[in-house]
Antibody, heavy 124, light 107 residues
Framework: EVQLVESGGGLVQPGGSLRLSCAAS????????MDWVRQAPEGGLEWVGR??????????EYAASVKGRFSISRDDSKNSVYLQMNSLKTEDTAVYYC???????????????WGHGTTVTVSS | DIQMTQSPSAMSASVGDRVTITCRAS??????LDWFQQKPGKVPKRLIY???SLQSGVPSRFSGSGSGTEFTLTISTLQPEDFATYYC?????????FGGGTKVEIK
């Protein structure tokens, strides 16, 4: 069964750091583009960033709101991806989802499979 | 950045109604738009990709249309399980951007 499981969320003070993990099972994560998506309490969905697949050298893209503060990395040996979040702000409070894209006709359609999410609360 | 305007933000409808939700892009995006459904407390689920292609396993009462700057999600005959929030996602360029969402509630 294809599954994504996030972990690492919690309460952190403004200015602090947190690293989220996303462990994949049932498939090889290295074959897929992946995106982090977040949802603030009672809010809409926001794209955070993307890591392309191994063939594309795991290159990354980020939303302007997190660029320079967040970074995505991978560990093929653990079939996992990470979101390192630094200089956290109260507006980063959200549920963070790990998602993978589906390749259809050579195009990578984002957010085909979702994890259950992990909650990050930034508060003093 | 390309902005996405989704309308309406909320609506009330009855079982059996035909429902239409629209997303407009601030500039042309070809067919780079997907539609997602999110039920309360659940993870979002893709319904439509590439503006008009039905995701595998999604009921045929859902359909998508449009190209360029205006896109539509249509539910032909609203079912009880369709009461949810719907989002469009633009993905032709970075950053990927979601519409603000449309909450479909029971009338």
């Amino acid at each position: 069964e294809v599954q994504l499981v996030e972990s690492g969320g919690g309460l952190v003070q403004p200015g602090g750091s947190l690293r989220l993990s996303c462990a994949a099972s049932g498939f090889s994560l290295s074959d897929h583009f992946m995106d982090w998506v977040r949802q603030a309490p009672e809010g809409g969905l926001e794209w955070v960033g993307r890591s392309r697949n191994k063939v594309n050298s795991y290159t990354t893209e980020y939303a302007a709101s997190v660029k320079g503060r967040f970074s995505i990395s991978r560990d093929d040996s653990k079939n996992s991806v990470y979101l390192q979040m630094n200089s956290l702000k109260t507006e980063d409070t959200a549920v963070y989802y790990c998602t993978i894209a589906a390749s259809i006709g050579g195009y990578h359609y984002a957010m085909d499979v979702w994890g259950h999410g992990t909650t990050v609360t930034v508060s003093s | 950045d390309i902005q996405m305007t989704q309308s309406p933000s909320a609506m009330s409808a009855s079982v059996g109604d035909r429902v239409t939700i629209t997303c407009r892009a601030s500039q042309g995006i070809n067919n780079g738009l997907d539609w997602f459904q999110q039920k309360p407390g659940k993870v979002p689920k893709r319904l439509i990709y590439a503006a008009s292609s039905l995701q595998s396993g999604v009921p045929s009462r859902f359909s998508g249309s449009g190209s360029g700057t205006e896109f539509t999600l249509t539910i032909s005959t609203l079912q009880p399980e369709d009461f949810a929030t719907y989002y469009c996602l633009r993905h032709n360029t970075y950053p990927l951007t979601f519409g603000g969402g449309t909450k479909v509630e029971i009338k």
